[in-house]
């Protein structure tokens, strides 16, 4: 048989064809190495000489999936579907075929790939190797057999938690669950699947009995399988509100998983059509797509980031143990500086705690913990000890004196070329840099709360940030799993602006009579989650009060803070550390809070203000108008130009609901001139916070979106 693929590596060996996929960087399902597939598999039928086949991969990659960037672009479901039954066609084939296939899984075994692998007689896992089907997480669910295979294989229980959360298992609970029948050593694989092979050969074994689609003794009775289904969208009810895929695949296993595994198929197919060409999953894509080039400015191509091993971090604190967490989890050498001795025990008490998730999940023994601590923590009281970092972070007092005292010491301590990155979540970057020789080191890496899960990072600019040091800080970002969103310099930078664009609409309405209940409704609804109220007492309504005052002083009259916000900051209830905000923690549930209700009505009475309906729908508008307005004018401002930068930014700084694709998407959507023509009725009722960007108007009027193509 032929072995001079392009995309596969082929090679006979003892009457068995080994075909590997070859596909870099992770062995994707692109239509090319499927054609190349299709024919490798052929022709090891049709060779008297090859008795069986074995499946595997190169590199660290079984196969990681398809290739969504086709899958993004088909809009008709009906002309689609007659492709994807030509690929199950095929998957059936595997399984029927005379001719042993074994699947030897190197690595990565996902999606189409684990599919592939089912559709083989036996499975052989290098131990240590992730196996799943994470479909959901792009809005779609399994469409080559996924839904059928696997419940027949490990049960519908194990098959349905893995399917709605796409979550990965190892190779050790794969063949556990049964989906595979060996782990071999990494080195030793190969041998194993070549030795099971034999098996079939000699007749220990026989296809016939191996074929996934013909298992049922796993499958659950009518009564278990209606019992289970109902529990499972029972616990899905407040997860997977607003998205598609999870709801058709429980009802992939109410109409599948009978004894004609056919009819099965054209249910997934069907269920899979109605998925691909929802919006949910285009917005889905989006964002992994998005994700993957997030930080690939062009203004750094090419530049070959400074390595980094060790990292000083400055001060102790809840957001300084949350970033050293991180560091220490990602290999990094992690050096903890504090004022004092009694400041340092107790952030790396508190850098201990934030490894409680990873402990009682076992992803960490208490020994390891420690021997990490031992091996890659350091502390120290003097700056000095800094001296041979190749990373600064700093996360010490909000204050700009405090911050350049420090900046300026440490600039005499460390190399010329340490990267300088400050965690404030409000001072001007650009102003902080000032006091040094060397102001194009300093950037900003701001971090969200709790650092060591949230997945933002914020890199700012300040005005002479040099192209290096953002290369160096786009590639650290990486290397501790952040996505990476680049902004520039300016009041608020992107997300607490863009957020407070969004919910400081709140108190225009309530300010005109809305009730502020509804308002906290329909943005849940939305898919925020919380709403304006509850957010504001969780951050602070102290804090929230004081940047907005910044904001009024360095963005001028639209900022100003409305006089309803002020009665409401005097009231001295300032949130969840105060026990009362908007609300009052006191209570369970928590209720609202009596005294910023009598702030509300005396400013009722004081300005003869009637309570007023407005629907959720309404209210949503409201709301969402004011947010893409504000997103416009930071575009229009420079703080930042990437559309796809910003929605990332917003659902993965602020929770933004993923299914809506962004803030921007969302925008676009809606349509334009439509959001033009909201915001000018807001403002005519609620004033200059309301004026449309001129980019806004510019971009409606030329018929203009946000995603170009």
């Not at 996934?212 to 003794?217: L, N």
């Not at 509100?241 to 109409?255: D, N, T, V």
């Not at 508190?350 to 992803?363: G, H, M, P, R, W």
């Not at 921007?664 to 004026?691: M, N, T």
Request: charged fraction near 20%.
């Amino acid at each position: 048989m032929q072995t001079d693929y392009k995309w596969l590596k082929v090679e006979v060996m003892d009457g068995v064809a080994v075909i590997a996929f070859n596909n870099p960087p992770v062995n994707q399902l692109s239509e090319h190495m499927v054609l190349e597939f299709v024919d490798a598999v052929q022709q090891a039928w049709a060779d008297q000489g090859v008795k069986a086949i074995v499946l595997t991969g190169t590199g660290k990659n079984f196969v990681a999936g398809a290739d969504i960037t086709q899958l993004v672009k088909i809009t008709d479901k009906a002309r689609f579907l007659p492709l994807l039954k030509k690929n199950h066609e095929f998957h059936n084939a595997l399984e029927m075929s005379r001719k042993p296939i074994i699947a030897a899984v190197n690595g990565n075994c996902l999606g189409g790939g684990l599919e592939i692998a089912m559709a083989c007689h036996y499975r052989v896992a290098a131990a240590g190797v992730n196996l799943g089907l994470p479909e959901v997480k792009l809005g779609l669910l399994p469409g080559a057999g996924g839904t059928q295979r696997l419940p027949r294989l490990i049960g519908l229980p194990n098959a349905m938690d893995m399917i709605t959360t796409g979550k990965f298992i190892k190779a050790d609970q794969a063949f556990s669950y049964g989906l595979v029948d060996q782990v071999a050593p990494a080195e030793g694989l190969l041998k194993a699947a070549l030795a099971a092979a034999q098996k079939f050969l000699s007749g220990q074994m026989t296809t016939a009995t191996r074929m996934a689609s013909q298992r049922f003794t796993r499958l659950p009775s009518a009564a278990e399988k209606k019992a289970l289904l109902a529990y499972g969208r029972s616990m899905m009810a407040q997860k997977a509100r607003g998205y598609i895929a999870p709801w058709k695949i429980m009802e992939c296993f109410e109409r599948g998983l009978t004894a004609d595994y056919l009819r099965d198929i054209e249910v997934e197919m069907d269920m899979f059509g109605d998925c691909l060409v929802s919006d949910v999953a285009k917005n889905l894509i989006g964002i992994f797509l998005n994700e993957r080039a997030a930080g690939r400015l062009p203004r750094i191509k090419g530049l070959q980031p400074a390595p980094i091993k060790k990292v000083g971090m400055l001060g102790g604190g809840v957001m300084g143990c949350g970033i050293a967490h991180l560091l220490l989890s990602n290999g990094f050498e992690c050096v903890l500086w504090d004022i004092n001795e009694q400041a340092v025990s107790k952030g790396v008490e508190s850098v201990k705690k934030t490894f409680a998730y990873k402990l009682k999940k076992n992803k960490i023994t208490p020994q390891a913990l420690e021997e990490l601590l031992a091996k890659k923590l350091t502390t120290t009281t003097r700056l000095e000890d800094l001296a041979g970092v190749d990373l600064v972070i700093e996360a010490v007092l909000e204050k700009m004196q405090v911050k350049q005292d420090i900046w300026k010491k440490l600039e005499g301590v460390c190399r010329p070329d340490v990267v300088f990155g400050t965690n404030t979540s409000a001072l001007p970057i650009t102003e902080m840099a000032s006091v040094l020789t060397d102001p194009g080191r300093m950037i900003g890496l701001h971090f969200f709360n709790p650092a060591e899960r949230m997945p933002l990072l914020e890199i700012i600019c300040a005005q002479r940030t040099s192209d290096q040091t953002l290369a160096t800080s786009v590639a650290f970002a990486r290397a501790i799993k952040k996505v990476p969103v680049v902004v520039n310099d300016g009041p608020g930078f992107y997300v607490s602006r863009q957020l407070g664009g969004l919910m400081g609409g709140a108190v225009y309405l309530i300010a005109d009579g809305v009730n502020g209940a509804a308002i906290e409704k329909a943005m849940m609804d939305f898919g925020m989650p919380m709403g304006p109220a509850v957010l504001s007492d969780l951050t602070g309504i102290d804090i929230n009060y004081h940047v907005n005052k910044t904001f009024e002083k360095r963005l001028g009259p639209r900022y100003a803070v409305h006089p309803l916000t002020e009665a409401i900051y005097q009231v001295g209830d300032y949130g969840r550390k105060t026990g009362r905000g908007y609300l009052d923690y006191s209570q369970n549930p928590p209720v609202p809070n009596p005294r910023v209700v009598e702030a509300v009505i005396k400013y009722y009475m004081e300005h003869k203000v009637q309570p007023r309906e407005m629907s959720q729908q309404e209210i949503i508008d409201a709301m969402l108008a004011g947010g893409i307005n504000e997103a416009a004018y930071m575009i229009q401002e420079g703080i930042c130009d990437r559309p796809a930068d910003m929605d990332l930014a917003m659902i993965y700084g602020t929770g933004f609901p993923p299914y809506r694709g962004g803030i921007l998407r969302y925008a676009d959507k809606w349509g334009l001139p439509k959001v033009v023509a909201k915001l000018k009725e807001l403002e005519a009722r609620y004033g200059v916070r309301y004026q449309p960007a001129q980019l806004l108007e510019d971009m409606a009027a030329s018929d203009k979106t946000f995603y170009q193509s």
